[in-house]
């Protein structure tokens, strides 16, 4: 079966821009949750949704934001973009109840220049 | 605030060898804890999930132990392979009254070379 799939891989924007990743999870998955991971930090929860709705956050700033469609697939977004902000940013599937296994994409890696 | 703490933070060894990782948290009430392996620049891949009332799991050359209340897993490899050097992470998510809250919580991971 088709895996998690995030678009686009790479990603190279200007201070002040915005962008929009997009995850496509296993079929069958509700939950989609993203994650920022940065040599310094390592990986840091941005948030999860299932079914549609956002069921927890991180603790970052309301620049970045996030949606899910109806089919599970979720983009998100972020705005006035900083340097800070470079990072490989990941999607993980699961099932959301019961079964919580993640399984997660490739990764966007994103870079503000 | 859950915790994650995992070591060493490198480990070198030659073929062959068997070897242990070590993860620690520090909030009891998990869901479940899952370990994964990321090569450079690459996604992470799930190795082996633990819930929170199993003691081991197993797959293959892995075997991963969990004791809640110590509040510790460990991640067995036998037989070690070039093609094991990667960075393990393991992730704790939280659990209250068998809900799951959807956020993995990571430990900074281990760099495991496996020289031949």
Redesign the interface.
């Given at each position: 079966k088709a895996g998690v799939t995030q678009t686009p891989r790479y990603l190279i924007k200007t201070r002040g821009q915005q962008v929009t990743l997009s995850c496509s999870p296993i079929s069958g998955h509700r939950s989609v949750s993203w994650y920022q991971q940065t040599p310094g930090q390592g990986l840091q929860f941005l948030f999860e949704y299932f079914s549609e709705t956002q069921r927890n956050k991180g603790n970052f700033p309301g620049r970045f934001s996030g949606r899910q469609f109806s089919n599970s697939r979720s983009e998100m977004n972020v705005s006035t973009l900083e340097l800070g902000d470079s990072a490989l940013y990941l999607c993980a599937s699961s099932w959301g109840q019961g079964n919580t296994e993640a399984f997660f994409g490739q990764g966007t890696r994103l870079t503000v220049v | 605030k859950q915790e994650v703490t995992q070591i060493p933070a490198a480990l070198s060894v030659p073929e062959g060898e068997n070897l242990v990782l070590n993860c620690s948290f520090t909030d009891s009430a998990i869901?479940?804890l899952?370990w994964?392996r990321q090569d450079p620049?690459?996604?992470?891949?799930?190795l082996l999930?633990i819930q929170s009332s199993q003691r081991e799991q197993t797959s293959g050359r892995l075997n991963a132990s969990l004791d809640k209340s110590s509040g510790r897993s460990t991640l067995y490899i036998a037989a070690s392979q070039p093609g094991d050097s990667a960075t393990y992470?393991c992730?704790v998510?939280r659990g209250f009254g068998g809900t799951?809250?959807?956020?993995?919580?990571?430990?900074?991971?281990t760099i495991l070379t496996v020289h031949p």
């Open positions: - | 869901y479940n899952q994964f620049g690459k996604g992470l891949t799930s999930l992470l992730a998510i799951s809250y959807g956020k993995l919580t990571f430990g900074q991971g």
